[in-house]
T-cell receptor, first 116, second 108 residues
Framework: DAGVIQSPRHEVTEMGQEVTLRCKPI?????LFWYRQTMMRGLELLIY????????DSGMPEDRFSAKMPNASFSTLKIQPSEPRDSAVYFC??????????????FGPGTRLTVL | GQQVMQIPQYQHVQEGEDFTTYCNSS?????IQWYKQRPGGHPVFLIQ?????EVKKQKRLTFQFGEAKKNSSLHITATQTTDVGTYFC????????FGDGTTLTVKP
């Protein structure tokens, strides 16, 4: 297995533009997480899906952020419109949840987003 | 909501010295995981603790889970330069919450 795949690896955009980050989780995993990491705020959980259904989106900063998981092998995180304060590394991670116990999370390489 | 506090935020040691990072949760956890993130990399899973009072070892690393399942620690014996990075705990109680991490630097 190739592990968790994220694209793009780097994104530079201008304020106001729409940004879409993509993630392919590990096959067989039923849980998917989107995180944002900055020096100031550390590693923040944005949203968590289980069996393609959003379970906890309390970490999503505001309405400019949206996430979808149309099927078990693909998820997107969209920022529209983007702002400079959205600059961060965005990680996708996948895992397997059964009987209330969450296995280890496998992180993708991350997308480094810079909003000018 | 669930909060996970991790201390210290930074730790600088001389190579060969020991290192410990502590993790405390505001709620009782079903399990706790530890991750390591190298500079410029992504978090990589180290270990999971499930049982009250559990202790696990991986070579020079010792992981402990408190009796009340609300705290945990990671101890590294005789640090090496390859140990540099940020160590995160992640407590799971219905959802996973990561601590802020402890960044370890090692002087050769």
């Amino acid at each position: 297995d190739a592990g968790v795949i994220q694209s793009p690896r780097h994104e530079v955009t201008e304020m106001g533009q729409e940004v879409t980050l993509r993630c392919k989780p590990i096959s067989g995993h039923n849980s998917l997480f989107w995180y944002r990491q900055t020096m100031m705020r550390g590693l923040e959980l944005l949203i968590y899906f289980n069996n393609n259904v959003p379970i906890d989106d309390s970490g999503m900063p505001e309405d400019r952020f949206s996430a979808k998981m149309p099927n078990a092998s693909f998820s997107t995180l969209k920022i529209q419109p983007s702002e400079p304060r959205d600059s961060a590394v965005y990680f996708c991670a996948s895992s397997f949840l059964a009987s209330g116990r969450l296995d280890e999370q496998f992180f993708g390489p991350g997308t480094r987003l810079t909003v000018l | 909501g669930q909060q996970v506090m991790q201390i210290p935020q930074y730790q600088h040691v001389q190579e060969g010295e020991d290192f410990t990072t502590y993790c405390n949760s505001s709620t009782t956890l079903s399990n706790i995981q530890w991750y390591k993130q190298r500079p410029g990399g992504h978090p990589v899973f180290l270990i999971q603790l499930v049982k009250s009072g559990e202790v696990k070892k991986q070579k020079r690393l010792t992981f402990q889970f408190g009796e009340a399942k609300k705290n945990s620690s990671l101890h590294i014996t005789a640090t090496q330069t390859t140990d540099v990075g940020t160590y995160f705990c992640a407590g799971h109680a219905g959802k996973s919450t990561f601590g802020d991490g402890t960044t370890l630097t090692v002087k050769p």
